[in-house]
T-cell receptor
Framework: DQQVKQNSPSLSVQEGRISILNCDYT??????FLWYKKYPAEGPTFLIS?????DKNEDGRFTVFLNKSAKHLSLHIVPSQPGDSAVYFC???????????FGDGTTLTVKP | EAGVAQSPRYKIIEKRQSVAFWCNPI?????LYWYQQILGQGPKLLIQ????????DSQLPKDRFSAERLKGVDSTLKIQPAKLEDSAVYLC?????????????FGPGTRLTVL
């Protein structure tokens, strides 16, 4: 039973446009969500996070939205740049758990 | 600040052989994680240490996998004997504490191929 799902394996957008990556979860105990970015041959790196007490968190070009009732979150990248091309993982955790449960990732390609 | 170090970066072995991976976390990070990432999937937690104690090893196949963090700093993950399905990237990560809001810092991973 996969508790964190990223249903789009890949996404392609034009440079300068918006990229929207989606993530769904099933465990209502999750109260903290993170997005990681991964380049080939490197480990994932932390990008942005959101607590379940918020519905939006913004950091520069990156914004994460959380819809608790729908158990859905999304990552918006505006404007998209070729350097954003990578695999993006959604991860979820809950208080005192420490460990994160990851989705299978979405490969984003930003075309110049 | 130095990142999480892992070695080797690549390893090819035959099934039934043994293999060991090493990880040195970021200095001062109490929590260390080992993940298995199979191609096309997200990282799956194998074991989590808090200092030198095991916090969670519920998904570690204990009949063949073992891990230790004897002095609460670096860690080794061993597979004995290896199976074909163990082919994956093994990621080590560390965080300052084990709290849910602590981001994890990942090493580059060890790509294991079992023939």
């Amino acid at each position: 039973d996969q508790q964190v799902k990223q249903n789009s394996p890949s996404l392609s957008v034009q440079e300068g446009r918006i990229s929207i990556l989606n993530c769904d979860y099933t465990n209502s105990m999750f109260d903290y969500f993170l997005w990681y970015k991964k380049y080939p041959a490197e480990g994932p790196t932390f990008l942005i996070s959101i607590s379940s007490i918020k519905d939006k968190n913004e950091d520069g070009r990156f914004t994460v939205f959380l819809n608790k009732s729908a158990k859905h979150l999304s990552l918006h990248i505006v404007p998209s740049q070729p350097g954003d091309s990578a695999v993006y993982f959604c991860a979820a955790t809950y208080t005192n758990a420490g460990k994160s449960t990851f989705g299978d990732g979405t490969t984003l390609t930003v075309k110049p | 600040e130095a990142g999480v170090a892992q070695s080797p970066r690549y390893k090819i072995i035959e099934k039934r052989q043994s293999v060991a991976f090493w990880c040195n976390p970021i200095s001062g990070h109490a929590t260390l994680y080992w993940y298995q990432q199979i191609l096309g999937q997200g990282p799956k937690l194998l074991i989590q240490f808090q200092n030198n104690g095991v916090v969670d090893d519920s998904q570690l196949p204990k009949d063949r996998f073992s891990a230790e963090r004897l002095k609460g700093v670096d860690s080794t993950l061993k597979i004995q004997p290896a199976k074909l399905e163990d082919s994956a990237v093994y990621l080590c990560a560390s965080s300052f504490t084990s709290g849910s809001q602590n981001e994890q810092f990942f090493g580059p991973g060890t790509r294991l191929t079992v023939l």
